[in-house]
């Protein structure tokens, strides 16, 4: 049974680029949840999906950012017009439920802006 | 809101030393307590929790009791190896839909 798998691993963008980053979840797990790690910092939530719905998305940035878990396929964060700022990893978890059931991470996409 | 809050690092101790990270929270109603642990270049994994009061969570010689009248976490090792040298968070979970809120993280360095 893989795990969460996150690709791509690193991901360097020009500024005013867009950067999208997948996350398959485990097998079975139908919730997914986007965390941003700064240098020097914990992870901070963005966002949680479902198949087809954001269930909460009070941790997103307002512009710019989006996130999307269709029916079929990964979920995508997406990134438009990158700025220097944005530079962190980005990790994704899944579950099977909410998150008092266990949550698995991938292994992070490392995003450098330059 | 929910907070987590732990002990600045790094921490660097001898192999064989007793470890503790301290970890505090601040919640409203029962929140679940977690520890997670990242190696160098990888994802958060889980160590251990804790999902009701005087649970102890424990894992690889870690353990962690959820202590509601202090509200801590505090996560313990009575002999730690070179190969516990990681940063480890401590979360929780309210069990709604805003996710893990994360400490900030502990870097623990054990030298040989």
């Known amino acids: 049974n893989a795990g969460v798998m996150q690709n791509p691993r690193h991901l360097v963008r020009r500024r005013g680029q867009e950067a999208r980053l997948r996350c398959s979840p485990m097998k079975g797990h139908s919730h997914v949840y986007w965390y941003r790690q700064l240098p020097e910092e914990g992870l901070k939530f963005m966002v949680y999906?479902?198949?087809?719905?954001?269930?909460?998305e009070s941790g997103m940035p307002k512009e710019r950012f989006s996130a999307e878990f269709p029916k079929e396929g990964p979920s995508i964060l997406r990134i438009q017009q990158v700025v220097r700022g944005d530079s962190a990893a980005y990790f994704c978890a899944s579950s099977r439920g909410t998150l008092d059931t266990e949550a698995f991470f991938g292994q992070g996409t490392r995003l450098t802006v330059v | 809101g929910n907070s987590v809050t732990q002990m600045e690092g790094p921490v660097t101790l001898s192999e064989e030393a007793f470890l503790t990270i301290n970890c505090t929270y601040t919640?409203?109603?029962?929140?679940?307590l977690f520890w997670y642990v990242q190696y160098p270049g990888e994802g958060l994994q889980l160590l251990l929790k804790a999902t009701k009061a005087d649970d102890k969570g424990s894992n690889k010689g870690f353990e962690a009791t959820y202590r509601k009248e202090t509200t801590s976490f505090h996560l313990e090792k009575g002999s730690v190896q070179v190969s516990d040298s990681a940063v480890y968070f401590c979360?929780?979970?309210?069990?709604?839909?805003?996710?893990?809120?994360f400490g900030k993280g502990t870097h623990l360095i054990i030298q040989p």
């Open positions: 979360a929780l979970s309210g069990g709604g839909a805003d996710g893990l809120t």
């Open positions: 919640a409203t109603g029962y929140p679940s």
């Open positions: 999906l479902q198949k087809e719905n954001i269930i909460d």
